[in-house]
């Protein structure tokens, strides 16, 4: 039997890299990176699809495969098509980061793989997330009773908060029919999904109407509340957005916040966008009332401008999040923690998870908080010099003022349909790739939507596409 477990020891080795091997793998990936990050001025923000993919498309053999060919693999199948999102042309939906340190802050997490569920695994690693989630109640004015989660991103923060509210505000299977929900047209997508996944799908979903800036109007939300309660509804919940992903509109915390007290509501604020620009005054100026939240989402993946993975949730009280997730399992006796400490594993759906913290405490505290301040405030401003810019050139139909770093627009040529002309525009940017946006539907039009948040985005990109859509509608309306 020993000679079996040894020959299966000795099949398994190359699970284990030799020193020698480690120092080769690592020079070689870390070349990958640079030469990426050296053509990377020069790359496209958007290339089309040319089917590269498909030499993924390989039987997982029993053998090894050179590190050279795999890099080879990732460069044609991976790293040559779609949208790129470290490019700074990247101003469509809502743009990624990836900064560098992040990186560096994932390969120390996963050679150690600490396991940052349960303090008893690791008090260090629990200890670094729970000071992030600290550092974020404290950036949305939340009070010291406050806690929260680092997620994998937001739709997932927002599916936690949303059963933590159902929980705390007891609302049961049976109480479905007879329970509102409200929000407007332009809160996220994935807060209907998680209605849906939290089995609230069948709650009274209100819509409640919006300024012509597409804020939520808070008359017209009392209103609702009001007609609900008089037909003997439940009105529980509030979704608001602090910057709707379509046009960044933030909606007015403060006004609502008044109404969910006012009429015991609870008041979810999806701040995936637009949280981090608290981190500025141009930002702080617009979002007012976050702290009057019961709970709130952050995207640290889109205002920290980390790689893709990271998301928190964050409420105003922790013993919610923690009612809402409360567990008992035999198995984890040795790994409970005491009266009023709450590890990860308490606050959320997951239990084993990638130790999230060092992606994010690693570039925060070698770089500072005064640049990432900075970056916020100029992609703001990148967004007022566009759409003043846009505002001073004939033909140009511009939506709201950016509450944030949204802007909306159209051109409206003198003859012809403007939805097509439209349309032939965004065709034309991603054909020429330099810089990417996206387009949405606003008021039944096809309307062009340019969202600055990547901290590559500068003057430069600002100015190819202002030069691009003058330029381009010239010919398009010859
Ligand atoms: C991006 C976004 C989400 C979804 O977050 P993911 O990180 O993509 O899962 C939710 N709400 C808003 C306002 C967003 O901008």
């Known amino acids: ?14 699970l284990e890299p030799t020193a020698d091997e480690r120092t080769q ?12 990050l050296r053509r990377l001025p020069d790359m496209n923000a958007f290339e089309a699809h040319k089917g590269q993919s498909k030499a ?32 700074g042309g990247h101003m469509g939906y809502i743009p990624g980061g990836g900064i560098y340190t992040s990186a560096l802050g994932d390969y120390l997490a996963d050679v150690s793989n600490r396991y940052s569920g349960i303090s008893f695994g690791s008090p260090g690693a629990v200890k670094m997330e729970q000071w992030l989630v600290r550092w974020m109640c404290e950036l949305v004015g939340f009070p010291v009773t406050a806690g929260g989660d680092l997620t994998s991103g937001g739709s997932i ?46 709650c009274h979903q209100r819509t409640v109407p919006m300024d012509e800036n597409f804020h939520m109007d808070v008359s017209e939300l009392e ?40 009429y015991d509501i609870w008041l979810h604020v999806d701040a995936a966008y637009g949280g981090f620009f608290l981190l500025c005054e141009e930002g702080e100026k617009v979002l007012r009332g976050l702290d009057k939240a019961h709970s709130i989402v952050l995207d640290p993946h889109k205002g920290m401008f980390l790689p893709y993975g990271s998301g928190a949730v964050l409420t105003r009280d922790v013993t919610w999040l923690a009612q809402a997730q409360s567990y008992n399992a035999d198995y984890m006796q040795d790994a409970m923690a005491g009266e009023g400490e709450y590890s990860p594993a308490d606050l959320s759906l997951e239990l084993t998870r990638p130790f999230r913290g060092l992606r994010f405490w690693l570039p ?38 950016p509450d944030l770093s949204v802007v909306t627009f159209r051109y409206l040529p003198e003859r012809g349909d403007a939805n097509a002309l439209n349309r032939a525009l965004i065709e034309a940017i991603q054909a020429d790739g330099t810089v990417f946006i996206s387009s949405t539907q606003i008021n039944g039009n096809f309307v062009l939507r340019l969202a600055v948040l990547h901290f590559r985005t500068h003057v430069q990109q600002v100015d190819y596409l202002l030069d691009f859509l003058k330029t381009k509608v010239r010919t398009l309306c010859s």
């Not at 039997?1 to 190359?14: F, G």
């Not at 793998?25 to 990426?36: H, K, N």
């Not at 090894?64 to 890099?71: F, V």
């Not at 509030?238 to 006012?262: C, E, H, M, N």
């Open 1 to 14: 039997m020993l000679e079996k477990i040894r020959r299966l020891e000795q099949a398994a080795s190359r």
């Open 25 to 36: 793998l690592v020079a070689q990936t870390i070349d990958y990176g640079e030469s990426f």
């Open 56 to 87: 993924l498309e390989q039987a997982f053999g029993e053998q090894p495969s050179s590190m050279t060919e795999l890099l080879e693999t990732l460069d044609v199948a991976v790293d040559r098509e779609g949208i790129n999102p470290a490019s």
């Open 157 to 202: 923060a927002n599916l936690t908060a949303i059963v933590t509210a159902r929980e705390i505000m007891g609302v049961r299977a049976r109480d479905v029919d007879s329970s509102c929900v409200y929000m407007t047209t332009q809160v996220h997508h994935c807060v209907a999904k998680s209605l849906r996944a939290a089995g609230l799908g069948d």
């Open 223 to 262: 209103k609702l509340i009001l007609e609900d309660r008089a037909s003997g509804l439940r009105p529980w919940l509030i979704t608001a957005s602090a910057g709707t992903t379509d046009t960044g509109a933030v909606d007015p915390i403060d006004d609502i916040a008044r109404l969910a007290d006012r």
């Open 364 to 401: 925060l505290k070698l770089i500072g908080l005064a640049p990432f301040r900075a970056a916020l405030a100029e992609k703001i401003w990148l967004a007022r010099y566009f759409y003043q810019q846009l505002s001073n050139t004939p033909g140009w139909e511009m939506g709201s003022f």
